[in-house]
Nanobody
Framework: QIQLVESGGGLVQPGGSLRLSCAASGLIFDSYGMGWFRQAPGKEREFVGG????????YYADSLEGRITVSRDNDKSTVTLQMNSLEPEDTAVYYCAATDVAHYSGSRSPDDYAYWGQGTRVTVSS
């Protein structure tokens, strides 16, 4: 059974940083491209960033590039999302997702990801 479990969410003040983690199990982790998405109340799920199977190529939403870093540790089957300079607009539930599509290229469509975690809530507020 494939499982993705996010952690690291919480309340942070504007300008602060958070590091989200996603632990994967039940899959050959280094065969999967990994993505991070977020969904704010009343909004559609949107792509945040992604990373290819070996961690050498990363993809970022244009609006977030420069403030976020996605990395992975294939030995530990984990993927992380480092977020800096957080803004209230970053408040959302953050999800990690996995895809075994060939030649992963940072798809921004949730439909391209077969497996999802339950999400971790991030609230940016003073």
């Amino acid at each position: 059974q494939i499982q993705l479990v996010e952690s690291g969410g919480g309340l942070v003040q504007p300008g602060g940083s958070l590091r989200l983690s996603c632990a994967a199990s039940g899959l050959i982790f280094d065969s999967y491209g990994m993505g991070w998405f977020r969904q704010a109340p009343g909004k559609e799920r949107e792509f945040v960033g992604g990373i290819n199977y070996d961690g050498r190529v990363t993809y970022y939403a244009d609006s977030l590039e420069g403030r976020i870093t996605v990395s992975r540790d294939n030995d530990k089957s984990t993927v992380t999302l480092q977020m800096n300079s957080l803004e209230p607009e970053d408040t959302a539930v953050y999800y990690c997702a996995a895809t075994d599509v060939a030649h992963y290229s940072g798809s921004r469509s949730p439909d391209d990801y077969a497996y999802w975690g339950q999400g971790t809530r991030v609230t940016v507020s003073s």
